[in-house]
């Protein structure tokens, strides 16, 4: 069974630029969920989506948007980019009732 | 608010024992997980406690107590691999809520 696939792996961006990171759930899980992780805040939830609608968002600004298809794949949009949103972002799927399984992350670079 | 508290860091030694204390405060109430992940890597499930209890998954185990806000990971026979930091997170509604983790080394 794979697994939760991020893509790309890592990106460098220029303050100012937008940018969209994409994510593919285990296939027959319909919950997406986004986290930013930095050494100094940790994993902090950015927001969730189950069958196309976004359930549930955590405290970022509005820059920060996200949709889910049709197929269950997300993508993440960070528009304005700031240095401070340099980071590594997680994704992960679930059934919505249990754990989550994480991919392997999008480094983000702003400079 | 939701807040979610873990030492730091902390030590052991290869074959010992060691207790990952978690304190939590969150709305929504909905479980508590734990999740191991090592360095440059994703986060991986160890267990998830939504009663009261103890569960036991082979060298890991995890104890909730809802009415203290309170949940541990219990590392026995430590090897050199469970170096990693550990994560418990809540589960409020939908989300997830993190704290900073906990650094775990294992010298031999």
């Known amino acids: 069974k794979a697994g939760v696939t991020q893509t790309p792996r890592y990106l460098i961006k220029t303050r100012g630029q937008q940018v969209t990171l994409s994510c593919s759930p285990i296939s027959g899980h319909r919950s997406v969920s986004w986290y930013q992780q930095t050494p100094g805040q940790g994993l902090q939830f950015l927001f969730e989506?189950?069958?196309?609608?976004?359930?549930n968002k955590g405290n970022f600004p509005g820059r920060f948007s996200g949709r889910q298809f049709s197929n269950s794949r997300s993508e993440m949009n960070v528009s304005t980019l700031e240095l401070g949103d340099s980071a590594l972002y997680l994704c992960a799927s679930g059934t919505g009732n249990t754990e989550a399984f994480f991919g392997q992350g999008t480094r983000l670079t702003v400079v | 608010g939701q807040n979610i508290d873990q030492p730091t860091e902390m030590t052991a030694t290869e074959g010992a024992i060691v207790q990952i204390n978690c304190t939590y405060q969150t709305s929504g109430f909905n479980g508590l997980f734990w999740y191991q992940q090592h360095a440059g890597e994703a986060p991986t499930f160890l267990s998830y406690?939504?009663?009261?209890g103890l569960e036991e998954k082979g060298r890991f185990s995890s104890f909730l107590s809802r009415s203290k806000g309170y949940s541990y990971l219990l590392l026995k026979e430590l090897q050199m691999k469970d170096s990693a930091s550990y994560l418990c997170?809540?589960?409020?509604?939908?989300?997830?809520?993190f704290g900073k983790g906990t650094t775990l080394s294992v010298s031999s």
């Open positions: 989506y189950f069958s196309e609608t976004q359930r």
């Open positions: 406690n939504v009663l009261d």
């Open positions: 997170p809540a589960k409020a509604g939908t989300a997830l809520i």
